[in-house]
């Protein structure tokens, strides 16, 4: 290693063993909350985070809306309700059981985090007699202003005041380490997890991480199809060191996967081709449901899910006559009638009608409260938006009051991506689990935006949560630690350390950018078996001919090539996922070319993919396989319904 100028401490020849109950890897939003349950019952957990805990995850720096609170005290719809819709918008391939969860419990774990020190209502009366406020409560709430069970909050209080639990309840919380591998063991004649291999990314350090249970909240991959070495940190909308280490530590392990054959086009800054989250003037999301403007000052008018003209800005926010709720956030990527709110006309109408471009949000022509919580609060509390967005606008004198802000086009941010540059984003693929979210191997259980059709921090906090509580519950049961592998611990410690004692070779974007051009030549909007092999073939031929070529010169440059070997086994497992799926799938937005048919019945499956002995296996699940989501979670939640849902724990 080159350390004339490093400033930590050379710890590569170091390795540190430590054990626990229940390990945790990754400290988002669901790391956090999966270790505040195991604590609090008991039992002694590790936490390993890559970034600084207080601040990291697409959480670290806030969110301003959190989705599904059915169980507060203003909503008017169940969690049963939610959560079927939730599925129901997307064809049956979403996640039933684990958005039961959020509706059930994703409320609880707000109140949590208020009594951790997370603001949650309006507590300075900012927004006194706004439409969207209860004034008995303080809370204020989003899009649906009849139902009220999306919440507007303060979100970049919250990563701050789950640190502070997380040390409260003594949680070891390992900042500044990368967890790389899992380690396994037999058990019963069973696979079992037995804890994880990590490395600090400063000094190299090695850990050997024993455990009776592990939880992976390592969020989902990013930078397979787009990447800019010259914008690292605009490469994704989730921040820059998530890029699917938990996918690829699983796979590698045995884990099944479902749904990773499903990506969109790109979105959301990608690789610096679209604008900074937020940035421009747009009616989705957190700008929902701004008045737009085209470009000659005329208002582009909202309409119902009936092609209703509505007359005025409130109108916007309530469902149409005889519907009961409407679904807008990050998951619904294009709502069916049912679950369809207000939204402005299709573009092509509004050509057809003579509309001009470029347009404009004009906030200016909002009531004066719409206009504070969308540029001030939503606009400030979302992710990446305080600095980038609020302030430096702000500061180069955007006033809402006055200006408008130009929309480059229809979507959230809305840039044009080739069909081949793709994403998973919205609610994408992610590991299979059952009602205890544990996964296919006993030990291991996975939450947040490592489970497939995931989205949002509802979701995340209460999977998280859940998974803790049984996770704890399992490791409770076990008296001894499972043994571990130390050959397996000494292979993976080999593998780190390869690239750092190479003294001249290839850098670790060169590869990002090779893995990003064959997927996008072999894996993109449209797919057939012939380009599918060709790109496994090519992704086989990087390992065996580019990976061994990796160097770098001190242990963050380090991490970086680890998370790239990750992204490269990211990269096979989705085109195995691919492969699997014999026709195309308009919910899965997955087109081939050497079929005709379009989700026949015999196909609308779950398909998992995993891995044994270097073999991928396939097995396949029906949709809406979880049953009836009340009754079954019922069943295996008697206890948490009895005393926490009651506020035990809650200080
Ligand atoms: C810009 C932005 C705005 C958003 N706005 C909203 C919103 O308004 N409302 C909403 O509900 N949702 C929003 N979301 C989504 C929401 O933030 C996420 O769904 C949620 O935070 C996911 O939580 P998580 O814990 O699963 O993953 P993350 O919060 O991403 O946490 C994963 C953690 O794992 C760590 N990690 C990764 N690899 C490793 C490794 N190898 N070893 C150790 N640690 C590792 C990462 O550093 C990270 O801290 C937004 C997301 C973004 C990016």
Redesign the pocket.
Known sequence: MQTYNWPYKNELDITEMLSCDVLV???????CYAAIAAARRGQSVIL????ATAR?????TG?????SACTNPCSTVTPKEIAEAYVDEQCGYSNGIAHYIECREGYDRLLDLESFGGKVRDTDDEFKGAEFRDDETKLMFAYDYKNKFTLRVW?STFKPALFKELLRLGVKVLDR????ALLTTARNGKKHGAGACAMDVRTGKFYILRAKETIL???RPARVWLFNPDMTGLCE???M??IG??HAMGYKAGIEFTMMEKSVKGEFSAAGRSFP?YGAGNNHN?WYAATMVDARGVEIPYVDRDGNELKTVSERYYPAPGQKFFLKG?VIDNPKYEYRGPETLDFEELMRRGYQLPFYADLSRMPDAERRVIWGMMVGE???TKIPILKNYTERGFDPQKHMLQSYGTGWQSANFLEQERQLFGAPGGIWHDWDLKTNIDGIYA????LYA???????CAT?YYAGRKAAAAAKALNTLPDYNEAEAAAERERLLAPIRREDGMDWRELNMAISKAMQNYCGGVKCDALLHEGLDLLESFETEIVPQISCKNPHELMRAHEVFDILTVSKLILHACLSRKTSSEPLFFKRTDSTETDPERDCRFITVRQENGEVIYDSHPLYYFGDLETEYEKRNGDYIRTEQKGAYRK
């Not at 969110?63 to 989705?67: A, L, P, Q, S, V």
């Open positions: 890897l990754g400290g988002g939003l669901a790391g390993v985070e890559k970034g990291s995850g697409s959480a670290g969110f301003d809306h959190w989705e979100g380490t990368e967890a790389t909240t390592m969020s909308f989730r921040p060191q998530s280490s938990g989250p957190t990050g979302e992710g990446k939450a947040g935006d490592q995931s989205d949002c921090a509802g979701f995340a998280g």
